[in-house]
């Protein structure tokens, strides 16, 4: 029982190259999540799926975008990836008003 | 828009002291307060929870307390252990927590010296 498993854990991109950070749950959990942590802001939603097929925007959600591609699967994809996205980046997954569960995280550096 | 703000951003107690963070939340309508304990290069576990029917919640060492008329809760540690040194985040649920969205406080660095 693996829990939430991101890849990669650690990426760097120059400034305008894409990429397409994976996270999979085999929880069961119907609710996926993808929140970015930077220093003394602690972790902000970026995009969140309720259900498979559906996903809605979080605080912070310019410059991603998401895939729910089945209730294991939810990808966060930085198109034009800018210094500004550098950051650690968490995936979680849940039962609605219950606890998540985060994965290890991936740490994205933008040159 | 929705606000959590945590205090203290850093905590350095003796090993066997308590210690205590606190936060407020600004979304009256929020219902769900749980607390993550993050160790270095791992992602957040939840530790505690509380919901707004209650007003206080223990397990073994760790407790929640929850005012929803000020809008504060607060994680109190007693007894710490040098493995208490994390870093701590507080949150609270956007509106009535229907979707399951959590905002987040900025986070405390809790350094317990043995």
């Known amino acids: 029982n693996a829990g939430v498993t991101q890849t990669p854990k650690f990426q760097v991109l120059k400034t305008g190259q894409s990429m397409t950070l994976q996270c999979a749950q085999d929880?069961?959990?119907?609710?996926m999540y993808w929140y970015r942590q930077d220093p003394g802001m602690g972790l902000r939603l970026i995009y969140y799926?309720?259900?498979?097929?559906?996903?809605d925007k979080g605080e912070v959600p310019n410059g991603y975008n998401v895939s729910r591609l089945n209730k294991r699967e939810f990808s966060l994809r930085l198109e034009s990836a800018a210094p500004s996205q550098t950051s650690v980046y968490f995936c979680?997954?849940?039962?609605?008003?219950?606890?998540?569960?985060f994965g290890s995280g991936t740490q994205l550096s933008v040159l | 828009g929705e606000n959590v703000e945590q205090h203290p951003s850093t905590l350095s107690v003796q090993e066997g002291d308590s210690a205590v963070i606190k936060c407020t939340y600004s979304?009256?309508?929020?219902?769900?307060f749980p607390w993550y304990k993050q160790e270095l290069g791992k992602g957040p576990q939840l530790i505690i929870d509380?919901?707004?029917?209650?007003g206080e919640k223990k397990d073994q060492r760790i407790a929640v307390t929850l005012n929803k008329t000020a809008k504060h809760f607060s994680l109190h540690i007693t007894e710490t252990q040098p493995e208490d040194s994390a870093v701590y985040f507080c949150?609270?649920?956007?509106?009535?927590?229907?979707?399951?969205?959590?905002?987040f406080g900025q986070g405390t660095t809790l350094q317990v010296k043995p």
């Open positions: 979304d009256s309508a929020s219902n769900y």
């Open positions: 979680a997954s849940g039962l609605r008003n219950e606890k998540l569960f």
């Open positions: 509380i919901r707004s029917n209650v």
């Open positions: 949150a609270a649920s956007i509106g009535s927590s229907n979707t399951g969205k959590l905002i």
């Open positions: 799926s309720a259900s498979e097929g559906t996903t």
């Open positions: 929880m069961n959990h119907n609710s």
